[in-house]
Structure formats: structure tokens, C-alpha cells
């Protein structure tokens, strides 16, 4: 070899280690429970289904390098553990744990000698994480004005609700709404007042609702819906005749998934929420009666078994996001109609009741605006109403708002566009 050897380490062998601008790295990322890495090389680790033991070679010469970097930064979720295999680290022996648990973290080990075996040089944490826009408009759409309407009407990112836009769609009511892609929403399930139905209406970042498009999955009324992991959806639950609580994935382009077999009570009328900014909630409803248990969902999508309930069981509420990454349930029926909340915190814990705020009402809609805000609107008390309620950013609601567009009963909601 000729030439001068800048930032680079001598090894026992008399060879030349590479610098960790020099290594090799790994095409194939690690997602298994075991792994085994080899000196020289750069790996990527995404722990977002499950913990990670990484094995480390069972020999080594002094300067042998291998730097392990958190993927999808979920090693806080599910750590790593790295498994020494007979060789020192840090000067323990391998009988002792070592893990890395923060997300975003990468570690540059460097062998050194049998004594002090691995070393790290860096364990790093990368604190500039990218943080996704936040979506500024909503959109209520759909419902019943004593008859199935397609009439929607838009709310700028000043939470104020814009005059009726004549309708796209089949007219409908008791459907689910949603954001999804980021910036866009969608429209699914119902009943057009002779059967239930699946047709779908995709709205886009303009607020523009698209023709119906022919639905996937089992057609149905009352369900709810939510946005969870990164630009994806879900709707679940609802009524087909009878209580069910069937899912249905949606893609971060708005393609509807197959029926996926439910998890949790079979219900109806219930409301949904995102929360921690990747997992949701779905919560309250009626099956036999009105219920206050919930449901929770994954990153990916995955509902989880019944929680006891926290707060008056009731149904026919509706949910929406505020603060950036906490939600909160609210209104409803329980025996009458009510205004009360129940926030939901980050990490998917329901609060109790809060005194209501508002005209107590039923089958209302909710939707996310401004970035860090929500806004419930519409539904029925004795009639339909059209009046709204803003919720702020530490998800406490404001009085009412005189209403505009036609009132209406069984309407949905939802977040769309980057643009205030």
C-alpha cells in the first residue's frame, strides 16, 4: 500500500482498519429479534415491531469498528441488546447487559484489547428528528338535514366553518372521516337512506371532495376513523344490522384494505382520535347499551383488546387532536344529551369527565385545524343545529359559535392541507 493513511487505526495484524466514513455498509435493514454484525461494517436497526439482540463477532483485533444507528428511532419503544459473545465490553464480561433504549441513538463500537474488549467511541443521540407539518384546515361534510345530503362545508385554519359547497357524492349519512397522506381526507361507509353502503369520496389538499369510488370491505353505518402511523388510517366498528367491529386499513394514498377481523367489543356510534403522534384510540359507542371502554391502535395499525372505560359511557360523540399530539372525546348521548370532554393524553390515557362546555348535542363531528386545535360541530339536540365549538391547544372548549351551513345530524369530519 502506498501513500499517506490519515484518520484510520493501526490493527494488531499490522493491517489498516477503516474509518467509520470508510466502513461498509449494510444494503439490508435489520427488523428480526437476532442479528449478527462483522467488523467493518454500518448496520441499521428498525426495532418498530420488536426488540433486538445484536451479536457481535465472537473475535476481534484491535481497531475492528461496527456502528449500529436506530432506523426508525424506536429503540425507546423496543431497545437493543447488544450480546457481547464472549468478548469484553467496555472492560465487563459478557454476562452483563448492555442495551440502548433512546430513540434516535447510534452507537460506533471499537474494539481495543481482551482487557476492555468493545469500546464505544460515540452512542450518540440525534436530537434534530424531523418534524412532520401540521395540517391547518378541516372539512364537515356529508350528514342528514332531514333527508341524506352531500353538502360540505370547509373551516379555515381560524377555525371559522365557510358557507355550504353544493355536494360531490352520493348524499349520505352515518359515515367515518378521516385524514390521511398527511394533508388529504376521506369519506367512507354510511347509509344513503335505503341501505347501507361503502363508497368512498376522497377529498384532497384543496378541500375538493372527489366522485364516489366504489367501496372495499363490508358496507355499514356508524362507524368511526382515525389517522395512526405516518400518513395511514383506519375505520372500525359500526352497524350493519347488527354491532360489528370489523377494520379497515387505509393507505397513505387512500386505498381502502379488506375486512380485517375485529379485536374489542362489537359496536356502533362510537368516536375515534390519533394520540403520540403515530398510535389512536377508539373509545365509547353502544353495543347492547352505551359503553366507556376503549380500544387502542398501534403504529401499525393494530387494535388492541377492550380497556375499561374511563367517564360517562355514551354514544353518538365525536373526537378530535389538539396540542400536537393528545385528543379529546366529546358530547355525545348517555340517557340525554351532553357537552362533557374526556381528554386524552400522549401516551393514549382517557381523563375523567369534564364539565360541558356548549349546547349538549349528539351525533355532532370533530376534526383537527390550526395545527394544535380542534373544533366540534353540528349534530342534534332536540333538532339539528349547526353552531360549532372551538377546543385550544390545551383541549378546552370554547362556548358556542352561532352556525353556518345547513344544520345537520349524523355528519363527519376531518383535517386536511399544509397550507393555513
Same mark, same amino acid.
Given at each position: 500500500?502506498?501513500?499517506?493513511?490519515?484518520?484510520?487505526?493501526?490493527?494488531?495484524?499490522?493491517?489498516?482498519?477503516?474509518?467509520?466514513?470508510?466502513?461498509?455498509?449494510?444494503?439490508?435493514?435489520?427488523?428480526?429479534?437476532?442479528?449478527?454484525?462483522?467488523?467493518?461494517?454500518?448496520?441499521?436497526?428498525?426495532?418498530?415491531?420488536?426488540?433486538?439482540?445484536?451479536?457481535?463477532?465472537?473475535?476481534?483485533?484491535?481497531?475492528?469498528?461496527?456502528?449500529?444507528?436506530?432506523?426508525?428511532?424506536?429503540?425507546?419503544?423496543?431497545?437493543?441488546?447488544?450480546?457481547?459473545?464472549?468478548?469484553?465490553?467496555?472492560?465487563?464480561?459478557?454476562?452483563?447487559?448492555?442495551?440502548?433504549?433512546?430513540?434516535?441513538?447510534?452507537?460506533?463500537?471499537?474494539?481495543?484489547?481482551?482487557?476492555?474488549?468493545?469500546?464505544?467511541?460515540?452512542?450518540?443521540?440525534?436530537?434534530?428528528?424531523?418534524?412532520?407539518?401540521?395540517?391547518?384546515?378541516?372539512?364537515?361534510?356529508?350528514?342528514?338535514?332531514?333527508?341524506?345530503?352531500?353538502?360540505?362545508?370547509?373551516?379555515?385554519?381560524?377555525?371559522?366553518?365557510?358557507?355550504?359547497?353544493?355536494?360531490?357524492?352520493?348524499?349520505?349519512?352515518?359515515?367515518?372521516?378521516?385524514?390521511?397522506?398527511?394533508?388529504?381526507?376521506?369519506?367512507?361507509?354510511?347509509?344513503?337512506?335505503?341501505?347501507?353502503?361503502?363508497?368512498?369520496? $376522497? %377529498?384532497? *389538499?384543496? !378541500?375538493?371532495?372527489?366522485?364516489?369510488?366504489? @367501496? &372495499? /370491505?363490508? +358496507?355499514?353505518?356508524?362507524? #368511526? =376513523?382515525?389517522?395512526?402511523?405516518?400518513?395511514?388510517?383506519?375505520?372500525?366498528?359500526?352497524?350493519?344490522?347488527?354491532?360489528?367491529?370489523?377494520?379497515?386499513?387505509?393507505?397513505?394514498?387512500g386505498v381502502i384494505g379488506t375486512d380485517v377481523s375485529g379485536v374489542g367489543t362489537a359496536r356502533r356510534a362510537l368516536a375515534a382520535v390519533r394520540y403520540g403522534t403515530d398510535k389512536a384510540i377508539f373509545a365509547y359507542g353502544r353495543s347492547g347499551s352505551t359503553v366507556s371502554i376503549s380500544n $387502542? %391502535?398501534? *403504529?401499525? !395499525?393494530?387494535?388492541?383488546?377492550?380497556?375499561? @372505560? &374511563? /367517564?360517562? +359511557?355514551?354514544?353518538?360523540? #365525536? =373526537?378530535?387532536?389538539?396540542?400536537?399530539?393528545?385528543?379529546?372525546?366529546?358530547?355525545?348521548?348517555?340517557?340525554?344529551?351532553?357537552?362533557?370532554?374526556?381528554?386524552?393524553?400522549?401516551?393514549?390515557?382517557?381523563?375523567?369527565?369534564?364539565?360541558?362546555?356548549?349546547s349538549a348535542r349528539w351525533l355532532c363531528a370533530a376534526a383537527g385545524y390550526g395545527g394544535d386545535k380542534g373544533i366540534f360541530a353540528y349534530g342534534y339536540t332536540t333538532e339539528n343545529v349547526s353552531m360549532s365549538n372551538l377546543i385550544n391547544n390545551s383541549g378546552n372548549a370554547a362556548a358556542d359559535?352561532? @352556525? &353556518? /351551513?345547513? +344544520?345537520?345530524?349524523?355528519?363527519? =369530519?376531518?383535517?386536511?392541507?399544509?397550507?393555513?
Amino acid at each position: 500500500m502506498s501513500g499517506i493513511v490519515q484518520n484510520n487505526i493501526l490493527r494488531s495484524s499490522g493491517t489498516v482498519a477503516v474509518s467509520a466514513a470508510g466502513l461498509n455498509w449494510v444494503d439490508t435493514i435489520i427488523t428480526g429479534s437476532t442479528a449478527t454484525v462483522e467488523a467493518g461494517n454500518g448496520y441499521w436497526v428498525n426495532t418498530t415491531s420488536n426488540t433486538c439482540t445484536i451479536t457481535l463477532p465472537s473475535s476481534a483485533e484491535k481497531g475492528d469498528q461496527i456502528v449500529i444507528i436506530d432506523y426508525a428511532r424506536t429503540w425507546g419503544t423496543n431497545k437493543i441488546i447488544i450480546d457481547s459473545n464472549g468478548l469484553n465490553y467496555q472492560g465487563e464480561d459478557d454476562t452483563n447487559i448492555v442495551e440502548y433504549t433512546t430513540d434516535g441513538q447510534s452507537v460506533n463500537i471499537v474494539y481495543s484489547d481482551a482487557t476492555k474488549g468493545w469500546i464505544p467511541l460515540e452512542d450518540d443521540v440525534t436530537a434534530d428528528e424531523p418534524v412532520a407539518p401540521t395540517v391547518q384546515r378541516a372539512i364537515f361534510a356529508f350528514g342528514n338535514d332531514n333527508n341524506p345530503s352531500n353538502t360540505s362545508n370547509l373551516v379555515g385554519s381560524n377555525g371559522v366553518i365557510g358557507s355550504d359547497v353544493t355536494g360531490v357524492g352520493t348524499s349520505r349519512s352515518a359515515m367515518a372521516a378521516t385524514n390521511y397522506g398527511g394533508d388529504k381526507a376521506i369519506f367512507a361507509y354510511g347509509h344513503d337512506g335505503s341501505s347501507f353502503v361503502s363508497l368512498k369520496n $376522497l %377529498v384532497g *389538499n384543496d !378541500g375538493v371532495v372527489a366522485a364516489d369510488v366504489a @367501496g &372495499v /370491505g363490508t +358496507a355499514r353505518s356508524l362507524p #368511526a =376513523a382515525t389517522g395512526y402511523g405516518v400518513g395511514l388510517a383506519i375505520f372500525a366498528y359500526g352497524y350493519t344490522g347488527s354491532n360489528v367491529s370489523i377494520s379497515n386499513l387505509v393507505t397513505n394514498v387512500g386505498v381502502i384494505g379488506t375486512d380485517v377481523s375485529g379485536v374489542g367489543t362489537a359496536r356502533r356510534a362510537l368516536a375515534a382520535v390519533r394520540y403520540g403522534t403515530d398510535k389512536a384510540i377508539f373509545a365509547y359507542g353502544r353495543s347492547g347499551s352505551t359503553v366507556s371502554i376503549s380500544n $387502542l %391502535v398501534t *403504529n401499525v !395499525g393494530v387494535i388492541g383488546s377492550d380497556v375499561t @372505560g &374511563v /367517564g360517562s +359511557a355514551r354514544q353518538g360523540l #365525536a =373526537a378530535t387532536t389538539y396540542g400536537g399530539d393528545k385528543g379529546v372525546f366529546g358530547y355525545g348521548k348517555i340517557s340525554s344529551v351532553t357537552a362533557i370532554t374526556n381528554k386524552v393524553s400522549n401516551e393514549g390515557v382517557v381523563a375523567s369527565d369534564t364539565s360541558g362546555v356548549g349546547s349538549a348535542r349528539w351525533l355532532c363531528a370533530a376534526a383537527g385545524y390550526g395545527g394544535d386545535k380542534g373544533i366540534f360541530a353540528y349534530g342534534y339536540t332536540t333538532e339539528n343545529v349547526s353552531m360549532s365549538n372551538l377546543i385550544n391547544n390545551s383541549g378546552n372548549a370554547a362556548a358556542d359559535v352561532s @352556525g &353556518v /351551513g345547513t +344544520a345537520r345530524t349524523e355528519i363527519s =369530519a376531518a383535517s386536511y392541507s399544509y397550507s393555513a
